[in-house]
């Protein structure tokens, strides 16, 4: 049986990104199926934007399934080959300060007279325009500004950064999400567009529910540590070998957990009998089921509350989750087969498509200018004029 094309097959993007959220974009366009033309500077360093080697396991992880052309874009050759490109593109994706797409020619309204159909897309750290349009940002950044740190960590003890790049990545998917909008809309307007997202706005958008209580009731969060925000009955517990989670918030699951561990006079306990009643009192609850999780290990809880539909979980270590049994099972840990650092893994998609299943191996991330000679012999290019190319700085 012939596996069908990747849903993106077809479509070229043109990836002018560095740092993470840009690539993170480009990766989900490119692990889709569309050809990924990645821009490098021509002898660019071996440390990469984000401070680790290219040989590193951050780059070999965002940039995956894409071709490598060096092309010195401050050079007039370099620009002529790059609009050359553009004509035939379906994307391109930038995450420059909204000054540096200009001074180099390539910002959207250039590339539009290029190729009209173009979706262009671009992240910043606060926007294309208004005050903050020209100021550096990086996920931490965002965190502060953007509320995460505010609502992170234990009760008085300050704010607290998120264990993961959150807002480039989140940036980054919603960039991409923007970016097969716009081809969506494309098949019915025939014209491209300029989509773009920041990592303020990515960072406000995951907020989601704690933003939802401010706009709503006015309602500013606070930090929890790990107990939910609003549900009072779940958090994360000390067990006889370890910590476990257990969400038994709403009286049916907060029911079905009293009566699995035996607590049953926690359900007539007046303090404790309804929602409101155990938010005023969480101290108390929480102290009580803390109690009750201690005398007994992880894998006995474990077992017990999922029988009895009670959310629960473990913690696990980055190790323990990639060989939980279920975590498996998805797959989502990628072989990929690279021809000088040998066979890899990377963190694969966590989408599923009955009809498209991903390829048995993803593509290795490129070396510098690995396709470069590739790319421009489509446009026309000799061997001649490549080596001329080289000589001359601009590949």
């Not at 995460?148 to 980054?172: Q, Y």
């Not at 006015?218 to 779940?234: A, D, F, I, L």
């Not at 929602?275 to 007994?296: F, G, M, Y």
Request: net charge neutral; hydrophobic share 40%; proline share 7%.
């Amino acid at each position: 049986m012939t596996t069908p094309r990747l849903p993106l097959a077809g479509f070229r993007v043109l990836d002018l990104t560095a740092h993470r959220a840009g690539p993170t974009a480009v990766r989900q366009l490119a692990d889709w199926g569309a050809d990924a033309i990645r821009i490098e500077a021509p002898g660019g360093p071996a440390v990469d934007a984000t401070g680790g080697r290219r040989s590193g396991p951050d780059f070999q992880n965002l940039h995956r399934n894409k071709r490598s052309l060096t092309l010195n874009l401050k050079t007039p050759e370099g620009l002529e080959i790059f609009m050359k490109l553009a004509k035939d593109a379906d994307v391109v994706v930038e995450n420059y300060r909204s000054s540096v797409k200009h001074r180099l020619g390539v910002d959207y309204e250039s590339v539009k007279r290029a190729n009209p159909r173009i979706v262009y897309g671009s992240i910043s750290g606060f926007g294309q325009d208004g005050p903050y349009a020209n100021r550096a940002g990086v996920d931490q950044i965002a965190q502060g500004m953007g509320g995460l740190m505010s609502i992170t960590g234990h009760p008085g003890g300050g704010p607290v950064r998120v264990g993961i790049a959150i807002n480039d990545t989140s940036a980054g998917l919603l960039l991409a999400n923007a970016i097969v909008l716009a081809l969506l809309e494309r098949e019915r307007s025939g014209e491209g567009q300029w989509v773009s997202t920041s990592l303020i706005e990515a960072q406000i958008f995951m907020l989601d529910f704690q933003a939802a209580r401010y706009l709503i009731r006015g309602e500013v969060p606070g930090q929890e540590g790990n107990n939910h925000p609003t549900g009072t009955g779940t958090g994360m517990f000390e067990s006889a070998d370890g910590h476990i989670n257990i969400a038994a918030s709403g009286d049916a699951v907060w029911r079905r957990f009293c009566e699995a561990a035996g607590a049953t006079d926690l359900l007539t306990n007046p303090g404790f009998a309804t929602p409101a009643a155990r938010s005023k009192h969480r101290k108390e609850l929480n102290a009580r089921v803390a109690e009750i999780v201690r005398q007994h290990p992880n894998d006995y809880w474990d077992k017990l509350l999922d029988k009895a539909g009670v959310p629960c979980g473990p913690i696990n270590t980055i190790d323990k989750v990639f060989a939980d049994p279920q975590v498996r099972h998805l797959g989502i840990a990628r072989p990929v087969d690279h021809p000088k650092y040998g066979a890899q893994m990377v963190v694969g998609q966590p989408i599923h498509m009955s009809r498209h299943p991903q390829p048995e191996k993803l593509g290795h991330t490129p070396e510098p200018g690995e396709h470069t000679e590739e790319v421009l012999s489509v446009l026309g290019y000799d061997a001649a004029g490549i080596a001329a190319l080289r000589a001359k700085g601009v590949i």
